[in-house]
């Protein structure tokens, strides 16, 4: 960027604004023209969304009841037909 002073003060010894919040991005070297960031923005927003939106299609794992902790406080056999039923699913 060039030598202007920015729109928002920025304290120098934290990189924060008067607001509070740091900026998101910080050209150091260069001098981008005014359409040269806005091209810069557009990317950087544009592959953060991309990859929020990839985050949100995720599912989450499903897992399987056979190992489920509630399995290991087995309950007492009992007798029965269908005794062979029981014994798997705790019934």
Do not use: Y
Not at 18 to 26: D, T
Not at 28 to 52: F, H, I, Q
Not at 80 to 86: A, S, T
């Amino acid at each position: 960027m060039s030598d202007e002073t920015p729109d928002v003060p920025v304290d120098a010894s934290t990189g924060s604004t008067s607001e509070g919040h740091r900026p998101i991005l910080r050209v150091v070297k260069g001098d981008l023209t005014p359409e040269e960031l806005a091209a810069l923005v557009a990317v950087v927003a544009a592959r953060n969304a991309a990859a929020a939106h990839a985050a949100a299609r995720t599912k989450p794992k499903v897992r399987s009841q056979w190992g489920h902790p509630a399995r290991m406080a087995r309950t007492p056999h009992r007798v029965g037909p269908d005794l062979w039923r029981r014994s798997a699913f705790g019934g």
